[in-house]
């Protein structure tokens, strides 16, 4: 515990708390859409921000927003196109992002450990600058998140609807796309590109399997990410493990514990219905 | 005389150069339950997707409310239900959230809900029968539910105009109950229907005009038909909805 006395210790709790209730926010909004692996590719891109940063000197972080918030928008205006080629278009940006942001890290003078940082997290090593940076986006993204979530529920669960109900359907879209590049470019910090999506997916995967609504779903899941952040770097401090690692393994851990616990509680409570009343009729329609 | 709720003058609709619809002409008023029948693939639901801006004219004009389609932006007057909920939802959702989306329109999306809105929910609900489901998982109501979820939806917004695609397409008897009755209550409040069907079941009393569209065009425009041949047995069993190549026999005759 005496480890959370040094200062860059906080802050990698104080960061990875912040990225913990941010990332699921927004990641449930994702998911709904089915795009739930869209921050992966926003990660990939990012990558380049970041070997532009290092090579201009500049702040990775600051540029990673950047560079992440076009190519999100890209993804985005791809997406509201049409899918036909829009799977194609997906794959040349996150490879292009990933190649870009490893050779520019390669021109400049940073050496694999910066873009190890990147590529897997490195909490430990947040700069009070750092910090200021994901405090303020990440309340960004969550005070967005929640204040809107009637209007992002309406676009994200049926799109035509919200058209005809004259929301900003565009704009809603774009904000989204901009909050993923902001929230993937923060967490990148705390978990590495690689693993960014597994924050802002898997604690909203591990809430649905035992909610029954939306807006339950995402208290849940910003509780559950809350617990994998925090206890996440309570385990890497106590068993010198990488933070960023063992946040993912927690969250995913907090799935696994809970799909048994429901799968079990559903079979008891079968057993009991089938006991008592009868089943009930099956669907008049099955949805496509 | 006051402006019709929806005019369709001379609009064609084209997917990938297929002309879907051609030269449709169309005007509804204030307190008109207009039916669009026809047979699948005769541009029914695609007339009712280019009123509502979903699928762009070709040619033509399409005014709501007297104002033009482009310059509209009065859409709490309307209310839409699809055919389905949409692909949506990896995410559950209760029956009351998705109703509550139908109160954005009139809210904006700065507002919080107020009380005002809880109340709209709880009536919309209650009208179709639902207030009892509210707080379930749409993805766990059947499929006449989940088209009544749809339709509180939009009643909850209180729009004037109410568009609705296939509401009774593969609907239970008691939704399509609960659906008449729901209709009945928006058109004693002075509302207006534009609807698409394959058939009208319990709603054919509530019918004040139809209009047909077959191969694009309209058919026939006044007096809901009646239904001929095999179609007027009462025990005929419409078995056939969504049969992909129904030959047009009800209305080519």
Known sequence: ?288 | MTEPVITVAHGVVGYDGRPVLRDVSLAVDTGEVVAILGANGSGKSTLIRAVLGLVPLHSGSVALFGTPLRRFRQWKRIGYVPQRLGAGGGVPATAREVVASGRLARRGVLRPPGRADRVAVDAALASVGLADRAGDPVATLSGGQQQRTLIARALAGEPELLVLDEPTAGVDAASQEAFAGALRGFLDGGGTVLLVAHELGPLRPLISRAVVVHQGGIAHDGAVPEPAGHHADPDHDHVHPHAPDEPAGLWSS
Do not use: K
């Open chain 1, 1 to 288: 515990m005496e480890l959370f006395q040094y200062p860059y210790m906080q802050r990698a709790l104080i960061g990875a708390l912040v990225i913990g209730l941010a990332a699921p926010a927004l990641g449930i909004y994702l998911v709904q859409r089915r795009l739930a692996l869209i921050g992966d590719g926003v990660g990939h891109v990012a990558l380049t921000g970041v070997g532009a940063g290092l090579l201009l000197n500049r702040s990775p972080v600051l540029v990673a927003v950047v560079v992440a918030t076009l190519g999100a928008v890209a993804i985005e205006l791809v997406r509201a196109r049409g899918r036909t080629s829009g799977d194609l278009a997906l794959a040349l940006l996150f490879y292009g992002g990933i190649a870009g942001g490893v050779m520019l890290v390669g021109l400049s003078d940073a050496t694999s450990a910066n873009l190890n940082a990147y590529l897997f997290g490195s909490l430990t090593t947040i700069s009070p600058q750092d910090l200021t940076t994901i405090v303020v986006l990440g309340a960004a993204i969550l005070v967005t998140m929640l204040a809107l979530r009637p209007a992002l529920f309406a676009v994200c669960h049926d799109e035509e609807y919200a058209r005809v109900a004259g929301l900003p359907v565009r704009a809603l879209n774009l904000l989204l796309a901009v909050g993923t590049a902001v929230t993937v470019t923060i967490a990148m910090r705390a978990v590495g590109v690689l693993l960014i999506s597994a924050l802002m997916v898997v604690p909203v995967a591990t809430a649905q399997q035992v909610t029954r609504g939306f807006r339950a779903t995402m208290t849940a899941a910003m509780a559950l990410g809350l617990f994998a952040a925090g206890s996440g770097v309570w385990v890497a401090a106590n068993a010198d493990t990488a933070p960023g690692a063992s946040v993912v393994l927690l969250a995913i851990a907090s799935f696994l514990a809970v799909a048994v616990v429901a799968a079990a509680w559903r079979a008891l409570r079968r057993r009991r219905a089938e006991a008592g009343t009868p089943a009930p009729e099956p669907h008049e329609v099955v949805l496509r």
